[in-house]
């Protein structure tokens, strides 16, 4: 496809459900982002995959979260247990990752999260 | 550590009026610094970014902004507001060997007013 995309576009679950969220990345990207924007939080950084190894999860809140990566291309981040501060939207971010930091990053729309 | 602050959560301009967004940065390294901006229901779309090359930056849609490392800023300008300017503006700040992790600020809505 031409740009990222996530799907669901928006998620409504119960509080203690689990949830999957799917990234697909711009084709021939090695690197790929999660990120989550929240009102009372304003926008995070969750987690960075290059190529299917994630050298950084330093922002992934609890051990509820993982997330995983497979054949260098779509990734899902998956919530266990979800609670109502789950509630945001999480976006993803693929870049070309040639430039040690400096590559564009291209977001998707998000997946608007609902806990109930 | 890496953070960044913008300066006013919400600005209001006439359209046709000068566009300032303030970021400041801290960072104990050279920082790699981007604005984004985000459309209601859309994802973040890059609008410049400054990787230690020229100071003054110019992006898309008429955006420019100036690395002033003494004053640890890079604030965003137009000359000129359109209607369509309407947006949240986000600020970023990353650092070589970090994997392009982005730091954001808490984000600026912009709004324009006929």
């Known amino acids: 496809g031409a740009g990222v995309s996530q799907s669901p576009s928006n998620k409504v679950t119960e509080k203690g459900k689990d949830v999957e969220l799917r990234c697909d990345p711009i084709?021939?990207?090695?690197?790929l982002y999660w990120y989550r924007q929240s009102l009372g939080q304003g926008l995070e950084f969750l987690i960075y995959?290059?190529?299917?190894?994630?050298?950084?999860k330093s922002g992934l809140p609890s051990d509820r979260f993982s997330a995983e990566r497979t054949g260098g291309s779509v990734s899902t981040l998956t919530i266990q247990r979800t609670q109502q501060e789950d509630s945001a939207v999480y976006l993803c971010?693929?870049?070309?990752?040639?430039?040690?930091?400096?590559?564009?990053?291209?977001f998707g729309p998000g997946t608007r999260l609902t806990v109930l | 550590a890496q953070s960044v602050t913008q300066l006013g959560s919400h600005v209001s301009v006439s359209e046709g009026a000068l566009v300032l967004l303030r970021c400041n940065y801290s960072?104990?390294?050279?920082?790699?610094l981007f604005w984004y901006v985000q459309y209601p229901n859309q994802g973040l779309q890059l609008l410049l970014k400054?990787?230690?090359?020229?100071?003054l930056v110019k992006g898309i849609n008429g955006f420019e902004a100036e690395f002033k490392k003494s004053e640890t800023s890079f604030h965003l300008t137009k000359p000129s507001a359109h209607m369509s300017d309407a947006a949240e503006y986000f600020c970023?700040?990353?650092?070589?060997?970090?994997?392009?992790?982005?730091?954001f600020g808490q984000g600026t809505e912009l709004s324009v007013k006929p």
């Open positions: 971010a693929s870049s070309a990752q040639l430039a040690g930091g400096t590559d564009t990053q291209y």
């Open positions: 084709s021939g990207h090695t690197a």
């Open positions: 995959f290059q190529g299917n190894s994630a050298p950084d």
């Open positions: 960072s104990s390294v050279p920082p790699y």
């Open positions: 400054y990787t230690s090359a020229a100071t």
């Open positions: 970023a700040v990353s650092t070589l060997n970090q994997g392009g992790k982005l730091i």
